[in-house]
């Protein structure tokens, strides 16, 4: 099966700086790559997300970045405000027949003022 | 468009009792996953539906954990009985088709003592 990992665990940046957080995985055949933003005791939500035909996307001050060859993919916050503090998950999944979603352990990111 | 909703938010129970969550995805979504996210981790499946078929529970502990979507809408997810590795919060997410963006709720935090 898929397995996601996601580094680093923790990461604190100063507000207005970049941040970025990596994750690998293992299943070649794996072709869609969420993010999903977690605040404390609230719902995971979707931020951005990318497939495996596209190799970058970017959202306002979101971005994700895709090596295939690799089999990596990153985020990029740029531009860091207090409320992107929260856990990060990445995760992978293999867009045919019934692949379910495989998630990274979670980036928790504080923005410092 | 209203969000997918669970209840109870919060639950502690004792070893060896049982429980059972509810779920209510987004009107129309097809697929309706549940999830346990152990603290510090990142959300693990352990059951998908499609309609009122099971898709994947191959992550489903059987022995205790029991799921179902009757009327391929609304679901419940059992636990019998309770260990104290259970403790975790259960994530219920739905989707339009099994390939679409995930949704999820807000979650179960469940607490085994």
């Known amino acids: 099966g898929e397995n996601v990992e996601q580094h680093p665990s923790t990461l604190s940046v100063q507000e207005g700086d970049s941040a970025v957080i990596k994750c690998t995985y293992s299943?070649?055949?794996?072709?869609?790559f969420p993010w999903y933003k977690q605040e404390l005791g609230k719902r995971p939500q979707l931020i951005i997300d990318?497939?495996?035909?596209?190799g970058e996307k970017k959202d306002q001050r979101i971005a994700v970045t895709l090596n295939k060859t690799a089999k990596h993919f990153s985020l990029h916050i740029t531009e860091t405000q207090p409320e992107d503090s929260a856990v990060y998950f990445c995760?992978?999944?293999?867009?045919?027949?019934?692949?379910?979603?495989?998630f990274g352990t979670g980036t928790r990111l504080t923005i410092i003022p | 468009e209203a969000g997918v909703a669970q209840s109870p938010r919060y639950k502690i129970i004792e070893k060896r009792q049982s429980v059972a969550f509810w779920c209510n995805p987004i009107s129309g979504h097809a697929t309706l996953y549940w999830y346990q996210q152990i603290l510090g981790q990142g959300p693990k499946l352990l059951i998908q539906f499609q309609n009122n078929g099971v898709v994947d529970d191959s992550q489903l502990p059987k022995d205790r954990f029991s799921a179902e979507r009757l009327k391929g809408v609304d679901s419940t997810l059992k636990i019998q009985p309770a260990k104290l590795e259970d403790s975790a919060v259960y994530l219920c997410?739905?989707?339009?088709?099994?390939?679409?963006?995930?949704?999820f709720g807000p979650g179960t935090r469940l607490l085994v003592l």
């Open positions: 997410a739905s989707s339009p088709g099994y390939s679409e963006t995930q949704y």
């Open positions: 995760a992978a999944r293999a867009n045919f027949g019934n692949e379910k979603l495989t």
């Open positions: 990318i497939r495996s035909n596209v």
């Open positions: 299943d070649s055949a794996s072709n869609y």
